[in-house]
RNA sequence: GGAUGGGUGGCCGAGCGGUUAAUGGCAACAGGCUGUAAACCUGUCGCUCCUUGGAGCUACGGAGGUUCGAAUCCUCCCCCAUCCA
């Protein structure tokens, strides 16, 4: 299979679409929110009529209130992958979330999902005591503890909440491993632009998401009945046109905002994707002038090989 | 023309004689990430040099002054805001 990933608004899509018209393949979305109904317009999904043909799998999957985390998408996208692969295509992962794709090729480790009314206990304890989770967590796994900062609330959380479950050091579930996927090789393509050129191609997008009906939209999922506190409405884009919606922003300021928490992210994920193993970057936009066929060269001797 | 409040590092904003290269916040840059990850968190952040630790230089609108010592006090000037003419 290949794996397409790389900053928003690199032209993943438009690189796994070409990749799949050429080698006979389908694509598996691995992006955190373009799995949620509704949410069209900032998150860059691409239109159905865009898509020439090719088979989309885990795109607007679950609605937006909906939980879903990187396990669930793990065991989805295997699903997905395997069905593709029966068919004698070519799976291609395309999307951002470089965490969803550890996920999938890497596995978690073997252990609880959530436990909300835990962790609803453990946010309490926190509230009346701030850094009592992080010297709890001492306690239960002082190796865990040193690695997790103790600002880092969530994943103290998260540390806790499997070592109360298992009543075992999250630690010593870690050194059992991962249920990384097996019976595939992985061709892992990164597009890398250059960061002025990515900055500005975001903000031009950011500014014509908001012209496009980004705020029309949140409208939309709000009159659906949807929260205004639900999930994806965190995302940058919709947090500042629902700040807009609710008069905390200018409309001039809530683009400013999205663009720039935009720009931030994709700094983020280019950190995460220089740590992923073994993937290949191709300098450029997927439409910079030489970078399909770079890519087309991988692809090839990949499946050559 | 007069009165009052202000001018602080890329921005906002504390400080109001020494322990202040100057609290915070933002931005920027770098990094981390094992089940809500477009989330969450961390580090660096005036310049130059040397090895940790330091050394030097420049800096709080401008120019002077007081003082052992000033972003902090005084004088004059410039600019901004509001109010009175």
């Not at 080698?23 to 598996?28: A, D, K, L, S």
């Not at 509704?38 to 999957?61: V, Y």
């Amino acid at each position: 299979m290949v794996a397409v990933g790389g900053p928003t608004g690199s032209g993943k899509s438009d690189l796994a679409l070409a990749i799949a018209a050429e080698f006979n393949g389908e694509i598996v979305n691995c992006d955190s929110l373009q799995v949620y109904r509704h949410f069209d317009i900032g998150t860059a999904k691409l239109p159905l009529e865009e898509r020439r043909a090719i088979p989309h799998h885990l795109i607007d999957i679950i609605n937006p209130d909906e939980l879903f985390t990187a396990g669930e998408y793990a065991k989805l996208a295997r699903e997905a992958i395997a069905g593709i692969s029966a068919r004698g295509r070519l799976p291609i992962v395309v999307g951002g979330t470089g965490f969803y794709l550890r996920a999938l090729l890497d596995g978690l480790f073997e252990g609880p999902s959530r436990d909300q009314a835990l962790r609803d206990r453990l946010a309490a304890r926190e509230r009346r005591r701030a850094g009592s989770l992080h010297k709890l967590l001492g306690r239960l796994d002082s190796e865990a503890a040193r690695k997790i900062h103790k600002n880092d609330v969530p994943k103290v959380t998260r540390a806790l909440e499997v070592c109360l479950l298992v009543r075992r050091p999250v630690t010593q579930l870690f050194r059992a491993g991962r249920d990384a996927l097996r019976g595939y090789r992985t061709l892992k393509l990164g597009l890398l632009p250059d960061r002025d050129a990515l900055y500005e191609r975001l903000d031009l997008r950011c500014a014509r998401m908001f012209e496009a009906g980004l705020i029309e939209e949140v409208l939309h999922i709000l009159s659906l009945g949807y929260a205004p506190t639900v999930k994806p409405f965190e995302s940058h884009g919709y947090r500042q046109a629902l700040q807009f919606v609710n008069g905390e922003l200018s409309r001039r300021d809530a683009i400013f905002y999205a663009q720039r928490n935009t720009r931030q992210y994709a700094k983020r994920q280019i950190t995460w994707f220089r740590r992923e193993a073994g993937l290949v970057w191709l300098k450029g936009f997927a439409g910079t002038p030489g970078i399909y066929e770079a890519a087309r060269f991988r692809v090839t001797s990949f499946l050559n090989s």
